[in-house]
C-alpha cells in the first residue's frame, strides 16, 4: 500500500509578502486573462513559477526568491492539515484534509487510482517544469476511505496554524502537526488504504515519468526524494466534500434543431424560466438519466428514455450511472461527433459556474447542466479500471497553489516513522 511520510515543507514568508496576493487558484482552471490578473498582484505570485515566461525564468525567479528569503523551508517534518471553509447554496462547509508525501506507485499496482484520461502535451509542460526547477508548486488531490472520519479527528488540538487566508468568499487556514505520536496514528492508517485521484492526473503522470528521469542519475535508491510526491487527502465519505459536475457550453449553428434532435433519444420534463441564482440539482430525479439544457431564456429538464437508457447500461454498466457518459453517447449517437473534436474545434467550452451558462445561452449557444453525482461513484469506476468523460467532475472549491512547496532535487529523505 502507499507509503505516506511528513516532509519538510517549502513556503511563503509571511513577513515578506502578503498571502492573498501571491496564492492563486489550480493552473488548469484559468484563463490568459486571469493568469495575467494574478501576476500583475505581486511580483512573488506563484504564477510566476507554476505558469512561467520559460521554465529558465522560472528556475533562476525560484532560486532568487530563496536567496531573499521569500520562501523559506520549514527545519523539522510535518504533515499539514488544510481547512477549508466556503458557502453553498446558502449552507457553510468546511472541507478538510491532509497534505503529506505518497510513495508514487505505477496505476498498475493498484495502489493508487485515476479514473480520467490524460494528454501528453500537458505531462510535457509539467515534466520540463519540475525538471527545470526540481519543485512541486500545488499538491495532487486524492482521496480515501475513512466511514467514520476517524482522521480528521486525530488532531483537534495539536496543531499550530501557519496561515489563515480570505480568498474569493472562501477561508483557507493551514496547519502544521509536528506531534510524532499523533503522525503515526495517521501513517498507520494510510498503511492499508488505496488513493483515488480526485484532481491532478497530469500532475500525477509527471511524477510517475520524473521518478524514471531522476532514477537514470541516482539509480532505484528507495530514500531519494524523487519517490514521492506531495499530495493533498481527504476522506471521500464526509459530507462536506462537494463533488461537483462540469458543465458544457456547445456552440451549434441551430439551437432548436439541436434540442428537437436530443428530443428524439430523451423526454423533456419540465421547462423552466432561467434563475441566475437556482439551485438546479433539486429538480433531478433520476440522476444518471437527467440533465438540464439552457437556450436562450428558458432550461429545459430532459430525461433519457428508458429503452435508451437500458442500452447504454447494458454495454456499460459502471459508467452508465454517470449522467454525462449518457448524455455523450446520445450526442455521440446524433450527430456522429465526438465530443473531443468539438473541443478541438472550439465548439464546446467547459465550466463549472451556472452563471457562465446563463450568459452564453442568452447569446444563442446551448448550455448543458448535469446534477452531481457521489464520490462513491468515482471509487467505483477507478476501481474498474474505467475512465469517466474528459471533465467529468469539479471538486469545489480549489485548493489554493503555492500554500506548500515540495523539493525533489535527489536528496535523501532521512525521514523516520
Known amino acids: 500500500m502507499p507509503e505516506c511520510l511528513p516532509f519538510c515543507a517549502w513556503r511563503y514568508n509571511p513577513k515578506k509578502v502578503k498571502m492573498e496576493e501571491v496564492v492563486a487558484p489550480p493552473y488548469d482552471i484559468v484563463s490568459e486573462k486571469e493568469i495575467k490578473e494574478f501576476k500583475n498582484k ?3 505570485n506563484i504564477f510566476h513559477l507554476e505558469l512561467p515566461e520559460s521554465y529558465k525564468k522560472a528556475k533562476e525567479l525560484l532560486e532568487n526568491w530563496i536567496k531573499s528569503q521569500i520562501f523559506i523551508k520549514n527545519k523539522t517534518p510535518g504533515v499539514y492539515f488544510y481547512e477549508l ?55 495532487i488531490f486524492a482521496l480515501y476511505e475513512d ?43 494510510f498503511k492499508d488504504k488505496k488513493f483515488y485521484i480526485a484532481d491532478g492526473h497530469h500532475r500525477y503522470m509527471t511524477a510517475l515519468k520524473f521518478k524514471e528521469y531522476m532514477e537514470d542519475f541516482y539509480g532505484k535508491n528507495p530514500l531519494k526524494d524523487y519517490n514521492y510526491v506531495a499530495m493533498y487527502v481527504s476522506p471521500l465519505e464526509d459530507k462536506n466534500l462537494l463533488m461537483l459536475p462540469t458543465y458544457r457550453i456547445y456552440y451549434f449553428n441551430d439551437g432548436r434543431e ?31 438519466q437527467e440533465w438540464a439544457i439552457l437556450y436562450e431564456r428558458k432550461i429545459i429538464f430532459f430525461c433519457l428514455k428508458d429503452e435508451v437508457f437500458g442500452k447504454i447500461k447494458e ?17 455521440e449517437d446524433i450527430f456522429k461527433i465526438k465530443e473531443e473534436v468539438l473541443r478541438k474545434k472550439g465548439k464546446v467550452k467547459f465550466v463549472s459556474d451556472t452563471r457562465d451558462l446563463i450568459i452564453e445561452a442568452q447569446k444563442g449557444a446551448i448550455g448543458v ?19 469517466m468523460p474528459h471533465k467529468c467532475t469539479y471538486f469545489y472549491p480549489k485548493n489554493l497553489t503555492g500554500l506548500i512547496l515540495n523539493e525533489v532535487s535527489g536528496r535523501d529523505l532521512n525521514i523516520s516513522f
Do not use: W
Not at 258 to 280: D, V, W, Y
Open 42 to 44: 505581486s511580483c512573488y
Open 147 to 189: 466511514p467514520l472520519l476517524e482522521t480528521l479527528k486525530i488532531f483537534d488540538k495539536k496543531k499550530e496554524l501557519l496561515y489563515k487566508i480570505e480568498y474569493s468568499n472562501e477561508k483557507h487556514r493551514l496547519y502544521k502537526i509536528s506531534e510524532k505520536t499523533s503522525i503515526k496514528k495517521l501513517l498507520s492508517f
Open 85 to 139: 471553509e466556503f458557502l453553498y447554496h446558502n449552507k457553510i462547509f468546511v472541507r478538510k484534509g491532509f497534505i503529506l508525501l505518497v510513495k508514487i506507485s505505477p496505476f498498475e499496482e493498484e495502489k493508487i487510482f485515476p479514473h480520467e484520461k490524460t494528454y501528453s502535451n500537458i505531462t510535457k509542460d509539467r515534466f520540463e517544469l519540475l525538471k527545470a526547477t526540481h519543485f512541486q508548486f500545488s499538491q
Open 258 to 288: 439541436f434540442i428537437k434532435k436530443i428530443s428524439q433519444l430523451a423526454e423533456m420534463i419540465r421547462t423552466l424560466e432561467i434563475k441566475e441564482e437556482q439551485n438546479f440539482n433539486q429538480f433531478f430525479k433520476k440522476p444518471s
Open 315 to 331: 454495454k456499460e454498466q459502471i459508467l452508465s450511472e454517470i449522467p454525462l457518459y449518457n448524455f455523450l453517447q446520445i450526442l
Open 369 to 387: 447542466i448535469f446534477p452531481s453525482i457521489s464520490p462513491q461513484i468515482l471509487k467505483k469506476v477507478a476501481q474498474a479500471k474505467k475512465l
